[in-house]
């Protein structure tokens, strides 16, 4: 029997997603992505791993008024929090969002002019099989768009570099089935059948701190990751408390680089 998906987000953490999303780090990397898609209007798109569907609401109103986009995602709560997010936007007509998963799409072949997937197949353990479903599901000469993160390219400046490197190994064991999945895509993509087209880096740099921002948002994570795998407390506590105080000019500096990889059918 396949695995299930690694991980699925509730209440809470669909909150914490929330508010990472509407950085404005990650606004500007989602009108860079769009971009990247190109969608036109009366294409019909699928976000696969819609989170609180801030992406799916955006391409809505770029193929509209004829296209539509469907979108699934393997948690509950993100698919009611983004049910109330396209209803609060008026896109019920555009956007139809249900559960699904990734790696078992149930829709008929070649339904879409696009499929995207944003920091989502790093959490399929069967990762070759999602990319050969979306590939399976795009019409002739459609896109796939996904957007991945390779943690091992994470860095954090701080007081302790070689345990801040446990702590980002341990989120890495701990939340994801592929921490370093941009290395593999280009394989994944090629097996489905489809032409590499673009790959471009999207990094994250910050280099000052603030609680609202994307890098300090994702400290709680990275702790209780640690936690979980067995990282002393008191290594994890002085860990947090050093990144939080570093609040002068020239003390913060963070970077996470971030993958596009754009394939055609």
């Given at each position: 029997m396949r695995k299930p998906l690694l991980q699925t987000y509730d209440a809470k953490a669909v909150a914490r997603l929330d508010r990472l999303y509407s950085t404005p780090q990650i606004v500007d990397q989602r009108r860079q992505f769009r971009a990247?898609?190109?969608?036109?209007?009366?294409?019909?798109?699928?976000?696969?791993?819609?989170?609180?569907?801030?992406?799916?609401?955006?391409?809505?109103?770029?193929?509209?008024?004829?296209?539509?986009i469907k979108a699934i995602d393997n948690s509950q709560d993100s698919v009611a929090a983004s049910k109330t997010r396209i209803a609060r936007e008026g896109l019920e007509r555009l956007v139809d969002v249900r559960t699904g998963d990734a790696a078992d799409l149930q829709f008929p072949d070649e339904t879409f002019d696009f499929v995207t997937a944003t920091q989502v197949y790093c959490y399929v353990p069967d990762a070759a099989r999602a990319v050969k479903e979306a590939a399976r599901v795009l019409r002739k000469g459609g896109r796939l768009v996904i957007l991945d993160s390779d943690w091992d390219m994470c860095i954090w400046e701080s007081s302790d570099r070689l345990l801040t490197r446990r702590i980002i190994d341990a989120r890495s064991a701990v939340q994801f089935a592929h921490a370093n999945l941009p290395r593999m895509l280009h394989g994944f993509i090629r097996a489905a059948g489809m032409t590499l087209s673009g790959?471009?880096?999207?990094?994250?740099?910050?280099?000052?701190?603030?609680?609202?921002?994307?890098?300090?948002?994702?400290?709680?994570?990275?702790?209780?990751?640690?936690?979980?795998?067995?990282?002393?407390?008191?290594?994890?506590?002085?860990?947090?408390?050093?990144?939080?105080?570093?609040?002068?000019?020239?003390?913060?500096?963070?970077?996470?680089?971030?993958?596009?990889?754009?394939?055609?059918?």
């Open positions: 990247i898609i190109s969608a036109r209007p009366g294409e019909v798109g699928l976000d696969v791993g819609c989170g609180v569907a801030y992406l799916a609401c955006e391409l809505a109103r770029e193929v509209e008024p004829r296209g539509r790959v471009q880096a999207f990094p994250i740099i910050e280099t000052r701190y603030d609680p609202n921002a994307y890098s300090a948002g994702i400290i709680e994570p990275a702790r209780n990751a640690a936690l979980k795998h067995g990282i002393p407390p008191g290594d994890v506590a002085a860990w947090e408390n050093d990144l939080r105080s570093r609040t002068s000019d020239g003390e913060w500096f963070f970077c996470l680089n971030r993958f596009v990889f754009t394939a055609t059918k």
